[in-house]
């Protein structure tokens, strides 16, 4: 798993954990660091005469450093991961020294030896939960005090606001917060509707900041949806052991790829064939490095997905899979079966970004200044303002055909379409 700054940041046992680790992130400080796809390693020159060894293992993440900090990750371990989310940890191939160290730890861990201070742990987890808490409950009143005093001035001072709090959140180690309010800055000035797309996003920040100090009030499923919103991680190797199992033909209905400046996401969406489930797998990679192997757009797999929790369950990791085969065009859904899918995964998780969408006997259609596909009863679904509607004629020619994609509130952005049982990626 890739990790953002806030996620590295959310992991540090304490602010001055945090801000030393920010100071350790400089990339003069490190000697060959490198990165394989289990875990990230580098030399740091300390204040001793030899320079300090770290290795983190990304499933955890758990880490290991020679230097006689007591505070788990230290501040070294901290560092390297900042330098690694700013995409300054190049792919590398693991020395010795980094295979031993796994292999030592791995060794431990299958004689059953507890942790190396499971009381500390414990106490790290408390203070991160009551740090998260109150920094939502600081979230909720400031949100309920700007909403008071009106947002006639969001559009000269609201940015600089919305970041200012975003800091605290990070301070608070709620990144999923952090990143609510950025995307609400984002918006600012944007559009002519930019003032009502801006109350939304509040309003969705409001509700988790108002859950997330309610949490132990919450049915099990809903409460690990607001913590996954939160930015609390999951362990890979706890979905693997503990998500629910569902075995089907899973086809890929449609990837799409997010490049930024720190990181390239995959999103590849899957659609139960016997159970009609949907389900996301996710993939990243630095910039500028290849992404792990693509399943084929079209092509079914066969085997079991592990899902991760929550109260309406989406991503998964592959647990027991075969490889693909070609598949026979899906059947899809009319606009409001879509629609009437998406309300009822809106009903278990209102921040959902993003749903799948598999529609069949959908025509493309100019819709004002934009498009929109229609199907056979006339209802329609516009497209999202920036999509390249060519391609997607250009296999139609304007016919009905079966797409999939991922329905946003900004609209539709097909991913695939199918020309009778050919897939095309768009």
Known sequence: MWWSVEQVLALAPDPVAAAAGR???????WNEPGASDAAVWGECQGSGKHPYRVVVELAGPASRCSCPSRKLPCKHALGLLLLRARGGVPAAEEPEWVRTARTERRATRTAGDPPRDPEAAARRAEQRAQRVEAGAAELREWLVDRIRGG???AATDGVEELHGVAARMVDAQAPGLASGLRRAAGGIGRGRDWPGRLLSELALLHVLAEA???LAELPTDLAATVRTRLGFPVETADVRANGERVADDWLVAGIADEVTERLTTRRTWLHGQASGRPALLLSFAPPGQPLPGVLPVGHRVRGELAFYPGAAPLRALAADVD?????PPPVGDGVGAALASFAAALAGDPWLDR????????????DGDGWA???ADGAALPLAAR????????????APVTVAGEWTVGGLRPLTVWDQDRAVRL
């Open 323 to 327: 490889e693909p085969v070609r598949s």
């Open 151 to 153: 947002l006639g001035s």
């Open 23 to 29: 100071e350790q992130a400089a990339p003069a400080r």
């Open 387 to 398: 999509v390249d509607v060519w391609p997607l004629l250009a296999v139609s020619a304007g």
């Open 355 to 366: 749903w799948p969408l598999l529609l069949a006997g959908v025509a493309p259609v100019p």
């Open 212 to 214: 997330g100090t309610r």
């Open 373 to 375: 596909l229609v199907d």
